[in-house]
Every structure is written in C-alpha cells, then in structure tokens.
C-alpha cells in the first residue's frame, strides 16, 4: 500500500544547531502535507504545512522543503532549543481527506 | 475556541471487554477523524465521520465501530478486546471541506489486561 515514512528513527542535536527531519512519501495523488510534532502525553500539534504547488514554506525557526519529483518531505528547524525534543511525523493528505503518517522521528535535543 | 477534547483520558479494561470512548471536535468543526498510536505501528487511521456519515476507514476489523451525533461528537467503540488494543486512541477535528490541517485532541490511553 501507499504510505508516508521517515528516514531515520531517531535524530539527536546539539542546542543552538540545526536539525533536519526527512520524510518519503509514495502517494503522487497527495496534495497536502503537514509536518507534527508530539511531545509526550499530548497529541500531536500542528508545525507547518505546504501544498503541492509550493516546494518551500517558511515559519517561526520552521522550513518545509517539498522535493515532488523525487517524494521527499524535509523539515528543519533553526537553532534547535530542548522544547524542540518530540517526536516529529509527516503527514499526507489526499483528496479523499484520508491522513496518512509516517512512523516518526524522535528528536533529543542535548545540552 | 476550545480545543478538541476526548474522554476518557486513561481507562483499564480486560480481554474479551467492550470500550467507548468519546471525541467532542472544535466548536464549528463536522469531520472527526480516529487513529490509534502504538509504539510498534506508529499513527493508523481508523475512520473518519463527517456530518454524522462514516466518509473513510481504515484497515482495521470491524470490532472497532464509530458514530458521530448531530452536534458533531462523536464516539469508537471497540467490542470483545484484545492485548493488542492496548494504544493510545487520538482523535483529531476539522471543517471537513478539503485538505486541510486536523487537530489533535489528547488522546485516550487504553490498557487491555
């Protein structure tokens, strides 16, 4: 079946470096998608998406790169703080409005 | 706005039990989606209702129901458990018109024993 996934299981970053979160996706019928982040206990909340249309989109300390030739999803986040360790899933949505993620990567922020 | 609430937030049942939980979406919200969270699967989709009409499901068996009510709250109810039911059930809201963000209620943490 079609499916969204991470690259990498687990990412830890230095405090105050860059971090970026790679994503794959399979579904060429997707046209939106959006990155979460799920701190424990909590569900996921919201980063930032981007329509198939754009291949950039920016937000506070937040980039999303969409490469669709070759179905990657990036996010990075600038000059990573420990709020920043969560676990960070891609998501697909296609036209259907079904939501697809991928497993998740573990960001741990060290000090 | 308040945001999506779910209940209840922890609960213990037994193999061979029944469940319900409960999702009330964002106020103007008609699409509440379910997914359950385990650590082997990751974020699954269960199904998704829309205006009280199951609009899409997921590959899961039907021991695991949904509905949803005139004022958009909805509920799963998954009957005759399993260990394997054991996850965390999330259920997420949106206007329902398009591709669009869903957000996220906490969640409801199952434990089957």
Known sequence: GESVGL???TL???EGDNSIINC???NSASDYFIWYKQESGKGPQ??????SNMDKRQGQRVTVLLNKTVKHLSLQIAATQPGD???YFC???SNDYKLSFGAGTTVTVRA | KAGVTQTPRYLIKTRGQQVTLSC???SGHRSVSWYQQTPGQGLQFLFEYFSETQRNKGNFPGRFSGRQFSNSRSEMNVSTLELGDSALYLCASCTGQGAEEQYFGPGTRLTVT
Do not use: W
Request: avoid cysteine; hydrophobic fraction near 50%.
């Open chain 1, 46 to 51: 919201f980063i930032i998406d981007i329509r």
């Open chain 1, 12 to 14: 830890s970053v230095q």
């Open chain 1, 91 to 93: 998501a697909e949505i």
């Open chain 2, 24 to 26: 009330s979406p964002i």
């Open chain 1, 24 to 26: 794959a996706y399979s």
């Open chain 1, 7 to 9: 690259h990498l299981p």
């Open chain 1, 85 to 87: 360790s969560a676990v």
